[in-house]
């Protein structure tokens, strides 16, 4: 499943630049599929969406920093584990259980976002 970062997260940064697939964004940031991907064009996201790979995307939170389920791969393929999880000081990047998925999807949407 993807992971997401609770209420807790003090806004310290140290994930942010960890993540493999860009899919950690400060609070109030758009968020892009494009953004340190390689996805050019169009783009399905999970609910079925299609959207383009540049478009501006509202930011998921405000007050703290964000991971974009539609980019989190659980660091598969990348690291043996959630590298966000690893360097976070308050232990806030947790798994998000509205977004179950097996190793298989993930390796698939990681396999997706880096063509
Ligand atoms: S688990 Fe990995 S891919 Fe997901 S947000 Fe954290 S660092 Fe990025
Ligand atoms: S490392 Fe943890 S506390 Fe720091 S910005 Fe990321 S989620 Fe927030």
Redesign the pocket.
């Known amino acids: 499943m993807a992971i997401k970062?609770t209420e807790e997260?003090?806004?310290?940064?140290?994930?942010?630049p960890e993540c493999p697939n860009n899919a950690?964004y400060e609070g109030g940031v758009e968020w892009r599929v494009a953004d340190g991907t390689t996805v050019k064009g169009s783009f399905v996201l999970l609910d079925g969406t299609l959207i383009d790979a540049d478009t501006a995307n509202a930011p998921i939170s405000v007050d703290?920093?964000y991971i974009v389920p539609n980019k989190c791969t659980e660091c598969q393929g990348f690291h043996e584990e959630p590298q966000?999880a690893a360097?976070?000081?308050?232990d806030?990047?947790v798994p998000d259980e509205m977004y179950v998925e097996t190793v298989e999807q993930l390796m698939q949407k990681k396999e997706k976002l880096h063509v």
């Open positions: 970062i997260c003090i806004n310290c940064g140290a994930c942010e950690i703290t920093y966000c360097v976070c000081p308050v806030c990047c």
